[in-house]
Every structure is written in structure tokens, then in C-alpha cells.
T-cell receptor
Framework: TQLLEQSPQFLSIQEGENLTVYCNSS?????LQWYRQEPGEGPVLLVT?????EVKKLKRLTFQFGDARKDSSLHITAAQPGDTGLYLC??????????????FGKGTHLIIQP | KAGVTQTPRYLIKTRGQQVTLSCSPI?????VSWYQQTPGQGLQFLFE???????NKGNFPGRFSGRQFSNSRSEMNVSTLELGDSALYLC???????????????FGSGTQLSVL
């Protein structure tokens, strides 16, 4: 079972449309990050959310951390071809000795068609 | 400021061979992490080095190893390659501890390894 479930797996929409992608889990997290990976490149950090219910905006992108800190959403308004990429959510995993490292969801592949 | 540099960009090997991948972090960053990315499993953590010491390790077999040099550059090695090792190997550097909340990882473009 995947710790972080991202949905949808694939999304292809027309330029100018709005969309929302999700990152869900049954576990509670102290923080969550969203990265975007463009074809042929490594992931780039978009945002970090740490407080339940927190909403952060980055131009046309709106990120929300669930009240219970188990899930997050990313909403894009008026999508543009430059938004095309793989959107990844990631969290810190902890064991008895402290944080183990980042765990990533499998991502949402987003294609914005001109 | 130069970003994270990974070499080579592409690599083709055959089963049973070994391979060494290189990563140069952003100047001033002392932590280097390695990840394997495949379509089926996504991004999976391999290991993290800080000041030449492996500080954290993911759940991969002992065929996967790494090291970090005094200038923070890092290499990872995969011995006795298997078909399933075909993947994009990503290196990421950070100024602080990547396990700290909100710490930002800077990724390189990766090395695409194909095992035939």
C-alpha cells in the first residue's frame, strides 16, 4: 500500500481550464511539500505546508493542507502549457530514531494542451 | 550560482556490470541525497551523505552504495546490475538537514540508466 496516494494519475486538459490534484494518506504528517518535475529535469520545490488548514498561493497555484494534516490539494487556475509536468507530494517519515527521509507519492502527470 | 550537476546524463550497461554515477552539489551545500525514480515505484530514497558520512539509508540492497568526498561531491555505485535497476537516478543537495521540516532539496537533472 502506497503511503501517499496521488490522484488523478494522469490529467490532460486545455489551456485556460482549472484543475485540482490531490495527495491523500491515512497518516498524519507534520509537514508536506509539493514539487513539480518537468520532462528531462529533476523536481523543483513549489511549496511547504505545515499547519492544518493552511492555504498558500503561488501565482495561479493554490495549495491547501487538510485540517487533519492527512491530505493536501493543489488547484491551478487558468492552466497554461508551462504548467505541464509531474506534480509530486512528499512528506517526512519518522521512526524511533527520528526522521528517516522524504517519502514521495507517485505523482500526477499533467498535460496542458494549447 | 551553478545548480546540482549530475554526470553522465545517459548510461547504457548490461546485466552483471557495475556503474558509478557522479553528483556535484550546489556550492556550500554539504548534504547530498540520492533517489531512484521508476514509472512503477516513483521516487524512492537511496541514501544521504553529510560531511563524508552516510547519515541515512533507504531500503535498497547492498549492491547500491555511495560515498561523499571532502569537497561534498558524491558518487553512487551499483554493482552486479540487474534489469530492474533501469531508472532515472536523481541527486539532490541541501544546505541543511534534508530531514528538517521545510528544508528545500535542489535536484539535478538525473542520470538515466538503462540495463540491457
Amino acid at each position: 500500500t502506497q503511503l501517499l496516494e496521488q490522484s488523478p494519475q494522469f490529467l490532460s486538459i486545455q489551456e485556460g481550464e482549472n484543475l485540482t490534484v490531490y495527495c491523500n494518506s491515512s497518516s498524519v504528517f507534520s509537514s508536506l511539500q509539493w514539487y513539480r518535475q518537468e520532462p528531462g529535469e529533476g523536481p523543483v520545490l513549489l511549496v511547504t505546508v505545515v499547519t492544518g488548514g493552511e492555504v498558500k498561493k503561488l501565482k495561479r497555484l493554490t495549495f491547501q493542507f487538510g485540517d487533519a494534516r492527512k491530505d493536501s490539494s493543489l488547484h491551478i487556475t487558468a492552466a497554461q502549457p508551462g504548467d505541464t509536468g509531474l506534480y509530486l507530494c512528499t512528506v517526512l517519515m519518522y521512526s524511533g530514531g527520528g526522521a528517516d527521509g522524504l517519502t514521495f507519492g507517485k505523482g500526477t502527470h499533467l498535460i496542458i494542451q494549447p | 550560482k551553478a545548480g546540482v550537476t549530475q554526470t553522465p546524463r545517459y548510461l547504457i550497461k548490461t546485466r552483471g556490470q557495475q556503474v558509478t554515477l557522479s553528483c556535484s552539489p550546489i556550492s556550500g551545500h554539504r548534504s547530498v541525497s540520492w533517489y531512484q525514480q521508476t514509472p512503477g515505484q516513483g521516487l524512492q530514497f537511496l541514501f544521504e551523505y553529510f560531511s563524508e558520512t552516510q547519515r541515512n539509508k533507504g531500503n535498497f540492497p547492498g549492491r547500491f552504495s555511495g560515498r561523499q568526498f571532502s569537497n561534498s561531491r558524491s558518487e553512487m555505485n551499483v554493482s552486479t546490475l540487474e534489469l530492474g535497476d533501469s531508472a532515472l537516478y536523481l541527486c539532490a543537495s541541501s544546505f541543511g538537514d534534508p530531514r528538517a521540516i521545510g528544508e528545500k532539496l535542489f535536484f539535478g537533472s538525473g542520470t538515466q540508466l538503462s540495463v540491457l
